[in-house]
């Protein structure tokens, strides 16, 4: 903000110089400006060490990874984005070798002391690295471990081992610059899909060394990318504001949506060739509350708005945008989302956790107890459909035929089950104790918020029908996931929304070593462990569909999650936001819409 500042006084100084007579100059053009939000705060902007969706939107923005998604293109298409072109595998996928762009430079900033500072292969050797560090419990590198790149565990275990700082400056021989501008990633195991990997911006994009040495501790809050925005502004959990990295490489709109998209082609011959990004400025405010969010949107404050549930018939009455909204020149577009809604069960808690028969038959039981159905009606509104394992729609895994008891609701077959394994009221006052007599009860982590207290008054409905006694945990949503990772939690309603085509990152839910990242469940079975090695080491195809049916059955009869619904989500965009499409994956596409100033409300 000082150099902002600093820049303001150095122009307004200019302005009193004498100049020549000349003719008025032409009115500044109206910046432009998107307004948008977020229905939950963020964390941070440390790509090591987040994994909410409100930050990794903010991340993706300013960072950038080898490879990006076409915006325009369904399916989706990766392509390029600081790489020079396609990477060049070995046959066995286990070694890959990237040519990067030269002349992409990162956004101006302190810690540069006043030098552009160019991308370089090192960049990305640096920010694979910090996942491995153990003073930063990154949460993603259970995930990343899976990947299984050369040395680089074994780097983090000398670590730990020695009890001392990781040593970024040791060669690990899985991650290696060949040269300035060749990034060379070698792994123990064969991975086909580890360009989405490569794709995956907003975690593993590249990060400048000396950024990190400069800001320390405080670096969740100086973000430092090569993208085409840079952190302007940051109160937390309140405004994030991004501004147009005036460093940004000349990089133009350019897309292949399919030949009968029309609404595709039709962006596209509006944007071909445009410089990104189109706008100046974005304002991210954290609207939690359903109502001031709509009535925001009514009232023009934000640009567009994923519309709650309870508003659907006044926005989208039959899927149809209302009359007065279509009159204002409002679009709706409705799309079902590669997401999952589930409550997972802690298997490490000593209530519901366990994988012994009777404990199995509890959360089945549990599972057999919710009214999906209801919840897709009366809370939902009806956008969602119901869940039958974890696998998301728009990925590989998922197939839209697929039945299983996932999404079954038979109270009286759950009571069934519960007498059967001793889940019993014995001392008569309406509720069931534990099979050794002592109380039952579900402790269910929830948010202070409409929605969340909707969907906990229809669990509370749900578990009173079978007995069960349930009692509410309520916090912030941040403070939840903390909690939820260390797992010190019985229960939590959350989603995954999947961030690539490969259906096999919605089965790190179930991954034992990634125990406390991914899998909040702490789920650990053997054979679902094998099966989602398996699955990482061949390519798409007949193989890898059977094993992802076999994944699917064990997660039913296990049941360490119950899965609920995978969402439609409903936009409803101002005349003013041109170009806007929700993504099939992740959520960067502020830089790829345009602001028409002149038609926004109040102009």
């Known amino acids: 903000m000082k150099r902002l500042a600093l820049r303001g006084l150095l122009h307004a100084a200019l302005a009193l110089l004498p100049l020549p007579a000349a003719a008025p100059p032409a009115a500044a053009a109206a910046p432009k400006v998107l307004h948008t939000y977020f229905t939950t705060a963020e964390t941070g902007f440390d790509p090591a060490r987040v994994t909410d969706i409100y930050s990794r939107t903010v991340t993706a923005h300013i960072f950038e990874g080898l490879y990006g998604y076409d915006p325009l293109a369904r399916p989706a298409k990766i392509v390029p984005l600081t790489a020079a072109g396609a990477p060049e595998v070995s046959a066995d996928f286990r070694v890959w070798t990237v040519r990067l762009r030269p002349g992409i430079f990162f956004a101006a900033d302190p810690a540069f002391r006043g030098r552009p500072r160019e991308l370089v292969a090192d960049d990305y050797v640096y920010a694979f690295k910090r996942f491995a560090d153990p003073a930063l ?20 275990d000398r670590a730990l081992k020695a009890k001392k700082p990781f040593d970024y400056d040791a060669a ?18 064969p991975r086909p899909s580890l360009l989405e990997l490569l794709a995956g911006g907003d975690l593993f994009g590249a990060v400048a060394r000396e950024v990190v040495d400069f800001y320390g501790d405080d670096i969740t809050a100086h973000p430092v990318g090569t993208g085409p925005f840079r952190l302007a502004q940051w109160r937390r959990s309140s405004l994030i504001v991004l501004e147009r990295n005036p460093d940004y490489r000349e990089r133009l709109f350019a897309a292949e949506p399919a030949p009968g998209d029309a609404e595709g082609q039709a962006l596209l011959q509006r944007f071909r060739g445009r410089r990104l990004p189109m706008i100046d400025r ?19 404050r934000i640009d567009h708005v994923a519309v709650p549930a309870d508003f659907i018939d006044q926005a989208m009455p039959n899927g149809v945008v209302a009359p007065n909204l279509a009159r204002r020149g409002i679009r709706g577009f409705r799309e079902l989302q590669p997401d999952t809604s589930f409550t997972y069960f802690n298997m490490k808690d000593p209530t519901v956790g366990g994988m012994t028969p009777d404990k199995v038959a509890l959360r089945r039981a549990i599972s057999l107890g919710v009214d999906i159905e209801r919840e897709i009606r009366l809370v939902r509104r009806g956008q969602a459909i119901p869940a039958q394992s974890p696998i998301v729609p728009h990925t590989s895994g998922y197939d839209p035929g697929f039945r299983s008891v996932m999404s079954e609701y038979d109270p009286a077959k759950a009571k069934a089950l519960l007498d059967l394994y001793g889940y019993a009221d014995r001392d008569g ?19 202070p918020d409409q929605n969340s207290r909707q969907h906990d008054e229809l669990w509370k409905r749900n578990m009173g029908a079978i007995g069960i006694r349930t009692r509410f945990a309520t916090s912030q949503w941040a403070e939840q996931l903390r909690q939820a990772e260390a797992g010190k939690l019985m229960m939590w309603n959350v989603g995954i929304t999947a961030a690539s ?19 909040l469940a702490h789920f650990q079975l053997d054979e679902m462990d094998r099966l989602y090695e398996r699955m990482g080491a061949i390519a798409d195809g007949p193989e890898r569909e059977a094993l992802f049916l076999q994944a699917k059955r064990l997660a039913v009869a296990y049941m360490p999650y119950r899965h609920h619904v995978h969402r439609y989500v409903t ?3 101002q005349p003013w936001l041109i170009g806007f499409r929700r993504p099939v994956f992740w959520q960067d596409w502020w830089h790829v ?3 028409d100033p002149a038609r926004r409300t109040g102009s």
């Open 137 to 156: 419990r990154s949460a993603v590198w259970s995930f990343l471990e899976e990947f299984g790149i050369e040395g680089l565990k074994a780097q983090r």
């Open 172 to 189: 690990v021989p899985g991650l290696r610059a060949l040269d300035r501008y060749t990034f060379q990633m070698r792994l123990d195991k």
């Open 282 to 300: 974005v304002e991210v405010s954290i609207l939690e509350a359903e109502q001031p969010r709509w009535l925001s949107f009514l009232n023009g």
């Open 429 to 447: 006052d309406g509720w069931r104790e534990m099979p050794d007599g002592s109380p039952l009860e579900l402790q269910i982590a929830t948010q």
């Open 501 to 519: 085509y490969d259906g096999l990152g919605a089965l790190a839910l179930l991954h034992g070593p990634q125990a406390g990242g991914s899998n």
């Open 571 to 573: 936009d409803l965009v």
């Open 593 to 595: 819409v345009d602001i």
